[in-house]
């Protein structure tokens, strides 16, 4: 069995423990989910620098190794998550998610088009570290708001002795929703800046990285306009997760759905 | 086992006006009381309860009631009384909560744990086998509020509405709390609110001196009614309990609030009738708002979920009973020894096991020298506990060589539940039903 593999397999039942503890609320379940989380991204990381070795560059080379680095990233943003006793039940909603992106991704990761540019330019792997870390806090910021919806509905009903309702308090909730949103921003803002000074220096033609950069662009105004409603009059709550999820969803679309509209455009890989 | 009794004086057949002659304290017992002696009072709002050991149980009550005034006859009809078994089971449901007239309330167990508390204080009072009830006792109320949601619902409506602030904010201590009113139902909420340590107290009414008299009363602070909106708009929890025919907070006058505070969630407890708020302030961004019925639907819910898992929680009373049933078997010398020499025999075959590889001559030298120097051992412990049959020193004995049953289980890292053994239970249901 190949590290890769393993690695999934790993994901997978986490994904499983996790879920149990919805139905067996007992410590030893919870030290089980985080030492197995522990292991995962620990295999993830072996796996991820194996890959790298591999092929010689940073694993970003293509589109499912860009998702397979940010579902690392933000495996290793949840630690701190899943090891605070109150924010622990987000991992029931991120582990599987991130199992399922990683069955999608992983059998592909080891394909690569080839050391496409050159390694020691600095742009590469500051333009495409900063957007795939930008887009992991997004992908936390995401789960957060599913838990967040969900447990609004719950309190609004008044059914909070459910099995469903120890997710944190909303408050929490957002708090954390919202340090992801602005971290997140903070990074892809970064990535798109080198990235826009990285085209200027290749004169690249902007047929080739237009579709995508529009996309991003419009992603970054989701989550700006997102941030700024927040500052100015104090969107909160519900509102904001509604918003991140709308701005995740053309996150994904940007991540893979170009990628089969436009071909060749911008992808990772195809640059002179 | 039947030494153990038990005289209650209860809510379930005692009326409350002869359940408030009776408070006894540790130490009134000391006049019917001998050398071998134990006992343990439990004095509650809905209870007075005496475990006793080698009392006499007509004197008990008479002394009782020259305390309490009370005629024996008298208080023998309002008593009830259990013996052995019963008694245990009983002292085990009181300590959970299930006896209680809330079932599944937690305070029980901490003026339980208070009366266990004077027990000791008071000295030699309880002893070995009060001592040891009573560590069941704790153990089985734990062992209920963990394993099973009875004592975790709330029961009363202050208690929801606090455990719903607690899942919108999280920590309410640093929370804002503005008190509508100063009526009784707004005076038991904003008590509720202070016991979880909200350190922020605000209370308006019409009649400001009695907002006045509450502040002081809870340790808040009072403001006049005109300032309502400012505080609102200041606080993050607001309780509304006022007698005013007509809403007190307007769907208007919250959306204006809600965006001078920049959407801030804030939670309305509305526990007026009729209602301060109206209803579709609820539908407003970030406003979660609860009124009297929402509230009680919630309690009622709770009530019935806490009835749905009493099975589960008798499960584990008979459980307990039956340990502490077996440990006071074995509050004996003689069964002590046994023990002891099984014990030593366990070790022997396991190490007879671990040479199995040597020849017949030798294993038969090994056990030979092992039963020899297991004997040697023993001699003394034995010795000792024959001249010595005491309680204590069988209890220590049995703690040092670990022979009771929670030490072995603790060993194995599992502890077992039988499905056998309900006759401590369908004696004392057997036993309610007759009384």
Redesign the interface.
């Known amino acids: 069995m190949t590290i890769p593999s393993l690695t999934l397999m790993i994901y997978i039942i986490t994904s499983g423990v996790f879920i149990s503890h919805l139905f067996i609320r007992n410590s030893i379940v919870i030290r089980i989910s985080r030492a197995l989380f522990l292991a995962c991204v620990s295999l993830h990381l072996i796996s991820i620098i194996l890959l790298g070795k591999h092929i010689h560059q940073l694993p970003l080379a293509s589109i499912p190794q860009a998702i397979n680095m940010m579902v690392f990233f933000a495996s290793v943003i949840f630690i701190p998550i899943v090891f605070r006793g109150s924010t622990f039940v987000l991992g029931v909603f991120f582990i599987p998610a991130a199992a399922f992106a990683l069955s999608l991704v992983l059998p592909f990761t080891g394909s690569s088009p080839g050391p496409v540019f050159n390694p020691y330019q600095p742009w590469y792997p500051l333009h495409t570290l900063s957007v795939v870390i930008g887009e992991a806090l997004f992908g936390v910021a995401a789960i957060t708001s599913v838990a967040y919806l969900i447990h609004e509905r719950i309190i609004k009903n008044g059914d909070i002795h459910s099995r469903g309702s120890n997710l944190p308090a909303l408050s929490i909730l957002d708090t954390l929703l919202y340090s992801a949103l602005t971290l997140g921003f903070i990074a892809i803002t970064i990535g798109m800046i080198v990235g826009a000074l990285w085209a200027a220096a290749l004169r690249l033609d902007l047929y080739n990285i237009a579709p995508k950069a529009v996309t991003g662009a419009v992603t970054w105004i989701i989550f700006a306009v997102c941030i700024h409603q927040r500052f100015a009059i104090g969107w909160r709550g519900r509102r904001t997760a509604i918003i991140t999820l709308i701005g995740f969803s053309c996150m994904v679309f940007l991540l893979i759905g170009i990628r089969f509209l436009f071909p060749g455009a911008h992808g990772t890989g195809l640059l002179p | 086992m039947n030494r153990i009794k038990c005289v209650s004086i209860n809510h379930r057949v005692a009326p409350v006006h002869i359940r408030e002659q009776i408070r006894i304290s540790p130490k009134d017992i000391a006049p019917v009381s001998g050398k071998d002696s134990e006992a343990y009072v439990l004095n509650t709002c809905n209870r007075t309860e005496v475990y006793y050991i080698g009392i006499d149980t007509a004197a008990l009550l008479t002394l009782i009631g020259s305390l309490s005034k009370i005629d024996p006859p008298q208080l023998e009809k309002v008593s009830e009384l259990f013996t052995g078994k019963q008694a245990i089971y009983h002292l085990f449901m009181v300590a959970s909560g299930l006896d209680s007239a809330v079932l599944g309330e937690p305070q029980i167990l901490g003026q339980v744990k208070e009366a266990y508390r004077d027990a000791l204080k008071a000295g030699g009072i309880t002893s070995t086998i009060l001592n040891k009830a009573m560590h069941r006792a704790f153990r089985a109320a734990k062992r209920i509020r963990t394993e099973t949601?009875i004592g975790?619902?709330p029961v009363s409506v202050a208690s929801e509405a606090v455990?719903?602030a607690?899942?919108?904010?999280?920590?309410i201590q640093e929370r804002k709390t503005l008190i509508i009113g100063a009526g009784d139902m707004a005076t038991i909420a904003a008590r509720r609110l202070k016991d979880r340590g909200i350190d922020e107290l605000y209370i308006v009414n019409r009649t400001y001196e009695n907002a006045d008299r509450l502040a002081r009363q809870l340790g808040g602070k009072s403001k006049p009614f005109d300032e309502l909106y400012t505080a609102i708009k200041e606080s993050d929890i607001v309780i509304s309990s006022t007698a005013s025919a007509r809403p007190v907070i307007t769907c208007a006058m919250m959306n204006k609030l809600m965006?001078e505070?920049?959407?801030?969630?804030i939670f309305i407890i509305d526990i007026a009738l009729p209602r301060d708020v109206e209803q579709d302030v609820?539908k407003i961004?970030?406003c979660?708002l609860?009124d009297i019925d929402?509230?009680k639907?919630?309690v009622d819910?709770?009530i019935t979920?806490r009835m749905q898992h009493i099975s589960k929680a008798q499960e584990i009373i008979d459980y307990e009973t039956s340990i502490f049933e077996k440990w006071m078997k074995a509050l004996d010398a003689t069964q002590t020894i046994k023990e002891l020499y099984s014990l030593v025999e366990i070790h022997i075959l396991d190490e007879l096991k671990n040479g199995a590889a040597l020849g017949e001559e030798e294993r038969g030298k090994l056990e030979r020298a092992l039963r020899s120097m297991a004997k040697r051992l023993l001699n003394r412990p034995v010795d000792f506990l024959k001249s010595h049959p005491g309680l204590a020193h069988i209890e220590h004995t049995r703690r040092i060589f670990q022979l009771d049953e929670d030490y072995q289980d603790r060993h194995k890292g599992k502890q077992t539940c039988p499905d056998t053994d309900r006759e401590g239970k369908r004696e004392y249901i057997e036993y309610k039903t007759r009384s």
Not at chain 2, 166 to 171: A, E, I, L, Q, R
Not at chain 2, 261 to 265: F, G, L, V, Y
């Open positions: 949601p975790r619902l455990e719903l607690c899942h919108v904010f999280g920590d965006k505070r920049k959407h801030n969630p609820g961004y970030n979660y609860y929402a509230l639907n919630m819910k709770n979920d």
